[in-house]
């Protein structure tokens, strides 16, 4: 039997007015209190069609947005876990594309206060235990080259990191054959990756026109089609920012959780999680293959 494709919706709610996301690159101006805006309107159309999704909330916005947050939570259809406490890259990127972007990445020792900051804030505002995070801008294979901030994550109690979304050019799209896997061999067994395979909605739209949603809806089922086909993993990332720009009732959004509700599971990631966690899941299995492979690689 075919495995059931598996959509993880994750939101980066992360305005952060005059900083993130940058203006000169998006090209125009925001409005100020686009978070509250999108969380508003992501509340009714999640009702509407029913189907669940993560909130990566920046630390530094999650006193500001509680009411917001508040209500996403009691709906039951919303998982809140974190997007960094103030949005800077964990590790350099280094673009060969059309901008050959270089972001620095932030040095190691006040990465862990990014990390820390949300998870007490969480707790504290919301009485959320954060499960994961979402990594600023995406990186070329993640953080499996950085098994120290891994270990911070695995410190602060996290089981979940979004940070594949890149390919070898640290640019875009993410090949499909990365799916989600464990950080078993940085020495976190539990700490699962879930990558953001294909074009990460901003670049897309910024290539394609912001106003194009068109196109990139029919790009976004494009890519539900063939992870129902192939029985795939995606985690799909969309912004508090982009999501409104040109569509401020997401009635684009909508339409797209519509067709993918109706070809694929959708879950959160932190109950993605679970399943993966669960004795039997296909996770599991892969587990003794990984192992097999490991014991049979010469010494
Ligand atoms: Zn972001």
Same mark, same amino acid.
């Given at each position: 039997?075919? %495995?059931?494709?598996?959509? #993880?919706?994750?939101? /980066?709610?992360?305005?952060?007015?005059?900083?993130?996301?940058?203006?000169?690159?998006?090209?125009?101006? #925001? %409005?100020?209190?686009?978070?509250?805006?999108?969380?508003?309107?992501?509340?009714?159309?999640?009702?509407?069609?029913?189907?669940?999704?993560?909130?990566?909330?920046?630390?530094?916005?999650?006193?500001?947005?509680?009411?917001?947050?508040?209500?996403?939570?009691?709906?039951?259809? @919303?998982?809140?876990?974190?997007?960094?406490?103030?949005?800077?890259?964990?590790?350099?990127?280094?673009?060969?594309?059309?901008?050959?972007?270089?972001?620095?990445?932030?040095?190691?020792?006040?990465?862990?206060?990014?990390?820390?900051?949300?998870?007490?804030? #969480?707790?504290?505002?919301?009485?959320?235990?954060?499960?994961?995070?979402?990594?600023?801008?995406?990186?070329?294979?993640?953080?499996?080259?950085?098994?120290?901030?891994?270990?911070?994550?695995?410190?602060?109690?996290?089981?979940?990191?979004?940070?594949?979304?890149?390919?070898?050019?640290?640019?875009?799209?993410?090949?499909?054959?990365?799916?989600? @896997?464990?950080?078993?061999?940085?020495?976190?067994?539990?700490?699962?990756?879930?990558?953001?395979?294909?074009?990460? /909605?901003?670049?897309?739209?910024?290539?394609?026109?912001?106003?194009?949603?068109?196109?990139?809806?029919?790009?976004?089922?494009?890519?539900?089609?063939?992870?129902?086909?192939?029985?795939?993993?995606?985690?799909?990332?969309?912004?508090?920012?982009?999501?409104?720009?040109?569509?401020?009732?997401? /009635?684009?959004?909508?339409? @797209?959780?519509?067709?993918?509700?109706?070809?694929?599971?959708?879950?959160?990631?932190? /109950?993605?999680?679970?399943?993966?966690?669960?004795?039997?899941?296909? %996770?599991?299995?892969?587990?003794?293959?990984?192992?097999?492979?490991?014991?049979?690689?010469?010494?």
């Amino acid at each position: 039997m075919k %495995a059931r494709g598996t959509l #993880l919706i994750g939101y /980066d709610v992360e305005r952060i007015p005059g900083r993130v996301p940058g203006e000169k690159w998006v090209g125009q101006a #925001l %409005a100020e209190n686009t978070a509250e805006m999108f969380l508003e309107a992501a509340l009714r159309i999640h009702q509407e069609v029913g189907v669940p999704a993560t909130l990566f909330v920046v630390g530094c916005k999650i006193e500001r947005l509680r009411p917001q947050l508040e209500a996403c939570l009691a709906s039951g259809w @919303f998982e809140i876990a974190q997007h960094t406490h103030e949005h800077y890259p964990l590790k350099t990127v280094v673009e060969e594309s059309p901008d050959n972007v270089y972001l620095p990445g932030l040095p190691f020792d006040r990465i862990e206060e990014q990390l820390a900051r949300p998870v007490e804030l #969480l707790r504290r505002c919301l009485g959320v235990s954060c499960q994961g995070v979402t990594a600023p801008y995406s990186h070329y294979r993640g953080l499996a080259d950085r098994p120290e901030i891994l270990e911070i994550i695995a410190r602060h109690g996290m089981r979940y990191v979004r940070s594949c979304g890149r390919n070898s050019r640290d640019y875009f799209p993410l090949g499909w054959d990365v799916q989600p @896997f464990w950080y078993d061999r940085q020495g976190f067994p539990e700490l699962l990756e879930t990558p953001m395979q294909g074009w990460i /909605d901003a670049q897309w739209r910024r290539e394609h026109g912001w106003a194009n949603w068109a196109a990139y809806h029919a790009y976004l089922k494009e890519q539900v089609d063939r992870v129902a086909d192939a029985g795939l993993c995606w985690s799909h990332c969309q912004h508090d920012w982009t999501s409104v720009l040109y569509d401020e009732p997401l /009635d684009w959004t909508r339409k @797209f959780l519509q067709y993918a509700a109706e070809r694929l599971q959708l879950m959160t990631h932190g /109950d993605f999680y679970q399943q993966m966690r669960r004795p039997g899941s296909p %996770a599991a299995a892969r587990d003794l293959d990984c192992g097999a492979a490991t014991d049979a690689r010469p010494h």
